[in-house]
């Protein structure tokens, strides 16, 4: 279930990159061939950062390169396994390759970032918005402490997670993303 804690991936076999750690993931989750799929995308992208990284001596990644960073959108109906690959597969991979604080998961929701494990929140928390924030552009602005706070949760950030899409307004798609 998602309430399982995430795999941790021994140093051996992550210094093999992230294609060989998401296989493992994936195989060890019972992942069907579309999750499967969705996975090798990232772990494509992952890996191709991963030959590339400046620290041969290090498994870790860079968080943000000028190119070959990689977005995705999942869509699929209820119970078809989004949630669960993301927790099973997705979150140890990311947090092998960009460390423990490497990896954010939100929802629009109490209910669903519940779903997502003890990492998860909801993504008004995540932005330091309260139910009475506003969500006009002028006003998103960051003060000096909202800023300091953002910069240390996302300067080490690799994988940003938004799971049940599909809910979350426009207007708070875009105050995340500012």
């Known amino acids: 279930g998602t309430d399982q804690v995430p795999t941790r991936v021994p140093l051996a076999l992550a210094m093999q990159g992230p294609a060989a750690v998401a296989w493992k993931l994936l195989t060890e989750a019972q992942c069907t061939e579309e999750q499967t799929d969705a996975i090798a995308l990232l772990?494509?992208?992952?890996?191709?950062?991963?030959?590339?990284?400046?620290?041969?001596?290090?498994?870790?990644?860079p968080v943000a390169t000028p190119n070959g960073n990689h977005r995705v959108l999942w869509l699929g109906g209820g119970g078809v396994g989004k949630t669960y690959t993301l927790r099973r597969?997705?979150?140890?991979?990311?947090?092998?390759?960009?460390?423990?604080?490497?990896?954010?998961?939100?929802?629009?929701?109490?209910q669903a970032a519940q779903g997502l494990g003890?990492?998860?929140?909801?993504?008004?928390?995540?932005?330091?918005?309260?139910?009475?924030?506003?969500?006009?552009t002028a006003r998103l602005r960051l003060n000096a402490r909202s800023r300091k706070k953002m910069d240390r949760h996302c300067s080490t950030l690799g994988v940003d997670v938004i799971d049940e899409l599909g809910c979350v307004s426009g207007a708070l798609l875009h105050a995340d993303a500012l």
């Open 118 to 136: 003890p990492r998860g929140r909801t993504i008004h928390s995540a932005n330091g918005l309260l139910a009475m924030s506003s969500l006009q």
């Open 43 to 61: 772990a494509l992208s992952m890996q191709q950062r991963f030959v590339s990284r400046p620290d041969k001596s290090s498994h870790l990644l």
């Open 89 to 110: 597969v997705v979150e140890p991979l990311a947090e092998t390759y960009f460390g423990p604080a490497g990896y954010a998961a939100t929802a629009q929701a109490n």
